[in-house]
């Protein structure tokens, strides 16, 4: 099943993805693949979810700052790494990091939410905060970069990362190797499009498809216009799928990806409550996407998919609690 | 590992549990055992969770039910069964006997949730509401046997629930064959006495413990006493812990069950939280008190436990939702 090595223009190769599995083997959670036979009759076929919200740091996003942190060298890794993110790539880069024995530091928006804030610095990152602007985000991890001697390691266009987030394709597709198809949600594309390597190089013939908000469609925008179109004003509360694709993603998802699937906020709550309720499996609104995509008509009404694989990305949602309160 | 066949007096041994997995393998769900890193600090020593909340019909319950179920002859399955239940039995019990296309009444009292008694509409079971009293139970689910010619299947106090239950020891010993101890919710007894049964069979330097809230602690004053005791006026949110142990299941967690550990409402609330925030699965209170004891002063202090694993017994919580709202 491993055969069929592809050679690709893109960043990265099969090749590289394999390479990335074996190097996070054992550090990484490989999550299980569960199924849910509910899912089944709503959708109108198999679907099989890869749950990377069980994954450590509860997103998939630890698999490529795994990947990244490992394949350091010695003296770069001593200096440690810097991130921007106010997202599940900063939790995860700062576990990676620790996990080396590494420092990791992490510049957010003094808008973060406190809660992420401390998810940081729980998993012992370094936290600097800026105002909430591009260019004050850019130049401030620019001189953490200058001061500590470290590494950049940005949240999706970087090839390592890239490569680490399509182990989970790997993973999947060892477990049910027959899937018509593999659907991910699409926000910068890192996810997707180290998916759409390892599941096209594997089998030529397995469908890929990306899910995203109609309120932040601009990978959708972009495979219609046939170039890359940015996200401006994205309104979502599927919060990892903010940005716009990056350089090296952006390629990857128009010619691997065979269509953009989108879903209203609507859908979206809907498609998280349902998991919740009947997967009993906490998600956050990013990994919803995707399972809205597969109940949405659009892909219902797709000949010749008789099982699909979903890869439920994170399940970082801040609490509090189903009762209304506080609690439980 | 599958040696050391246990003689013993009770209502079932190894051999019938061995003889459930055998049964009910392919139709229930293998369910993961997780783990994290988080908890193994909190616990201050290796925890393994069980995930039941994963098993078809969001608890453990339907492993039993579907043992009781495939156990019945031809003849006495045809006319279906029969059960009094307002909790997850109910609706393991309708989904275990839908999948043998066998009918299932299922006697609830009319106090029940409306969501509780579609549930087990759901599940295709036909639904029969009484008074919430004992009696009015029992004579409504004797109406229920006489109409139909069905069985009835209690929900903790029969040897093919028993076995069944224990089922989730075996699959969880061979994955995790080292284990100085296991820990379950006891309410009727039904799963503790399974997985005391399976697990001081196949090891018996194993440690087996329960766990209780202390508002509804009757295992725990059984223990202390000596002899059976009542469950009278429970108070606890874990509401799938409220009965009294049976008369099959109260020997065996008196012989086979080192310590019953009980744990306030407060630690259960706390529990069931840290679950979902860390774990990212929805766990009921029932399956929370496992972990509370887990975490609680006097199972720490226990010497000789290095690693410990948690059968996570159900998810099936009444949702509103995270935000407070209806939603997410």
Redesign the interface.
Known sequence: MMGGWAVSGYTISLADILAAADRVRGIIHRT?V?TC?TIHQLAHRSVMFKCE??Q?T?SFKYRGATNAVRRLGANPAAAGVVTHSSGNHAQALALAARECGIPATVVMPKTASPIKQAAVRGYGGAVILCEPTLEARDRAAAEAVARTGGTLIPPFDHPDIIAGQGTAAIELLEEYPRLDAVIAPVGGGGLLSGVAIAATSLRPSLRVFGAEPLGADDAARSKAAGHWLPQTGPRT?ADGLLTSLGQLTWPIVRDRVEAILTVSEEEI?AA??LI??R?????E?SA?VAVAAVLSESFQKLSNIQSVGIILSG?N?????????D??
């Open positions: 299980p569960l036979s919200n069980l450590k509860g509360i709550r998280m409550r919740w309720e997967m009993k499996l906490v998600i609104p919803a399940g949602v801040a609490f509090p609690f189903p009762d209304g309160s609690g439980p």
